[in-house]
């Protein structure tokens, strides 16, 4: 193996760190295909620029000769693998960021997994990015992923971009299949809204034209890589951005001091200013502006700092803080971008978490206006979103709260969903605008509440939702539990799967999709008949978590008596009241539950029935009998709380 001396000398900290406030800064992530060679185009950059040290020389040879891919030289990529799966697999699974400098500017590079099971790491890098370096491998040229990392990168506000034509070498130089490569990208990016975009080729693993001009490349008359991220010129846009300051949490260390907490995601504030809660829209202006060194006058975007209000408003985390004649929106619908990120498909009505800034809510989309065709542009239908699919959707949160569209603020304009149940990041949203028929639609006040409706019946109103395989007996226990309510004198009524699926739901199918919006709108239905009053007996099989959660949500605490009909598959087999068990096993009928599509039982019900061997008459009388414990209904028409 060939060895290469050290590159980077003793320097004095203080003068470095000196000479380095002056400079403009640069945010870069490199991003395209598997394999097309970002991580040895950043340890090229890396070495050149002499930021490699005899330590991290001598760890590389060792690394290079046990993981390395280029024979017995030193494997540059292997400065930014830094995962052992990375390294082990040749890949980059995770985002790896890296600080370099010149004499002109200050960088750090984010280089981004190529792999496609990874497209969310790549998101994650590009949010924060002022250029992109989209590599393609000279010989494959563009390719799907290499497409979907440009429109992701133009979707999320990357202004400038850079498509390195890299391997060159592999294909000796060749001018023409760089022009055909750089022709294929100018009719493909011509759509995309960049400042600047430039086309260089290259040889990361060479180092031609990547810090200095390559005779080899002698008919390339443009700038090396490192001249144009030198020079290329960056807006200001953010900071001159109207003022912004998301509230992550309420300082109170004693009782003389209130302030909040945050950092600056926009503009600027200065003492004195007034500043609006943009939700409630109480005003205040600005006492203080709090730092560990003491306070100061102004607070600029990016910085972190406690601000303390002249007056006394109720604020807490998740509030923004804005200039009183420059406020963001506040709704609780919008329309936004996504771009899905889940193995698990995205299905319109399913709740999940939404969190912008600082603020977590419950959210759902309510619409998938269109999914859009990454090597086309071309916009499509869809009832769901799978992994990596990008989307245009209309969605609806359980409150309001504030935002910006995110071509004014990538902060306070941007959102993850996370799912309930995993807590896993499935989604990366870009809100659009809000949409105006939430800011029309208001709850009316009534002076009759269920509370009401429900004494008069002389019953705590509440939904018994019936869950289980088809034959587990759900419908056949519900219908008992209402006659013996009935006999109460209880005034109730029951919702069953197949008796909604000839009205309300007639429409629906069978897809996973139609399941989630099929239990969304009985859990609607529900709402209304517990506000009416009523004891509401559910029977659905609703087979997934999210959905019986969504349901669960939409009431208040003690409304919602989960009821897991317990029935092993052998026995709804047995059983097969409709014969659609052996219609499923033969093929005739799709996505039934137990068989083709998956049900996700209760893991922490309210009452768990275990049916075998027991007798409906039994299993009714402890759903009553739970009932009474409970305080649901009394023994005479007396209300028991």
């Known amino acids: ?26 945010r870069f992530l ?49 400065l930014v693998d830094g995962l052992e799966a990375e390294r082990e697999q ?51 040229g563009l390719l799907t992923q290499t497409r979907r990392h440009a429109f992701i990168a133009s979707l999320l506000g990357v202004r400038h971009v850079v498509l390195a034509v890299n391997k060159i070498d592999l294909v000796d130089y060749d001018q023409k299949r760089f022009e055909e490569i750089k022709a294929d990208f100018e009719s493909f990016s011509s759509g995309f809204d960049f400042d600047s975009s430039e086309v260089i080729p290259l040889s990361a693993r060479f180092g031609d034209n990547v810090t200095t001009s390559s005779e080899k490349l002698s008919w390339f008359t443009g700038p090396t890589l490192l001249e144009h991220l ?17 509230v992550q949490w309420v300082n109170r260390p004693n009782l003389d001091f209130r302030g909040y907490s945050g950092t600056v995601r926009g503009g600027s504030v200065n003492v004195g200013d007034e500043v609006v809660v943009a939700q409630s829209g109480k005003t205040s202006r600005v006492e203080k502006i709090v730092t560990m060194d003491g306070d100061q006058l102004r607070a600029d975007d990016g910085q972190s700092v406690t601000l303390t209000l002249a007056d006394e408003i109720d604020i807490s985390r998740g509030d923004v803080l804005a200039p009183a004649h420059s406020r963001p929106d506040v709704s609780d619908q919008f ?6 990120m889940s193995e698990n498909a995205m299905l319109p009505g399913r709740p999940y978490l939404l969190k912008c800034g600082t603020k977590t809510i419950g959210a759902s989309v309510t619409e998938i206006k269109h999914k859009v065709d990454v090597n086309t542009f071309d916009h499509h239908a869809a009832k769901q979103l799978a992994l990596n699919e990008i989307a245009f959707c209309n969605l609806a949160l359980s409150e309001a709260i504030a935002f910006d569209p995110y071509e004014a603020n990538r902060d306070t304009g941007s ?53 289980g395989l088809s034959g587990s007996g759900k419908s056949t226990i519900a219908n008992a539990v209402e006659q013996k309510l009935l006999s109460l004198g209880r005034h109730t009524y029951l919702l069953d799967g197949d008796n909604v699926r000839h009205g309300l739901n007639k429409d629906l199918g069978f897809t996973d999709a139609d399941r989630v919006e099929n239990i969304r709108r009985v859990a609607e239905t529900s709402r209304l008949f517990v506000d009416a009053g009523l004891i509401t007996l559910v029977s ?35 059983r097969d009241p409709k014969g659609l068990y052996a219609k499923a096993r033969k093929g005739e009928i799709s996505n039934f539950t137990g068989i083709d599509s998956a049900y996700e039982a209760p893991e922490a019900p309210e009452l768990h029935l275990k049916t075998a061997g027991r007798t409906v008459e039994a299993l009714a009388d402890e759903i009553v009998d739970r009932l009474l414990k409970d305080g649901y209904i009394g023994s005479d028409n007396t209300w028991v709380i």
Not at 46 to 61: G, M, N, R, V
Not at 230 to 246: D, I, M, Q, T, Y
Not at 335 to 340: M, V
């Open 30 to 78: 490199t991003c395209g295909s598997v394999d097309d060679g970002k991580s040895t185009l950043i340890g090229r950059l890396l070495y050149d620029t002499k930021l490699i040290f005899e330590d991290q020389l001598a760890a590389l040879e060792k690394d290079s000769r046990k993981h390395g891919t280029v024979a017995d030289e030193i494997d540059l990529a292997l």
């Open 415 to 467: 959102f993850i969903l996370i799912d309930r149940m995993t807590n896993e990041t499935v989604a990366a949203g870009l809100i659009w605008f809000g949409l105006r028929r939430a800011t029309n639609v208001h709850r009316q006040a009534l002076d009759v509440n269920k509370k009401a409706r429900g004494g008069l019946k002389g019953q705590k109103p509440a939904v018994l939702w019936f869950t």
């Open 230 to 246: 030198e020079n290329v010129e960056l807006g200001e846009e953010h900071s001159e951005a109207a003022f912004r300051f998301p």
């Open 540 to 574: 659905f099989i609703s087979p997934f978590k999210a959905e019986r959660q969504l349901a669960r949500d939409l009431l208040d605490t003690d409304e919602f008596f989960e009821i897991f009909v317990d029935t092993t598959l052998e026995e709804c087999e047995t």
């Open 335 to 340: 329309a936004a971008h996504l771009i899905w």
């Open 90 to 140: 040749g890949i980059t699974i995770d985002v790896a960021y890296r600080f370099f400098s010149t004499e002109k500017r200050k960088f750090i590079v984010a280089d981004t997994p190529g792999h496609e099971q990874y497209t969310r790491n790549m998101a994650t890098g590009a949010s924060t990015a002022d250029l992109a370096i989209l590599l393609v491998d000279a010989r494959n």
């Open 1 to 26: 193996m060939n060895k290469i001396a050290p590159v980077a000398e003793a320097f004095d900290l203080s003068t470095y760190i000196n000479s380095q406030e002056s400079k403009s800064f640069l």
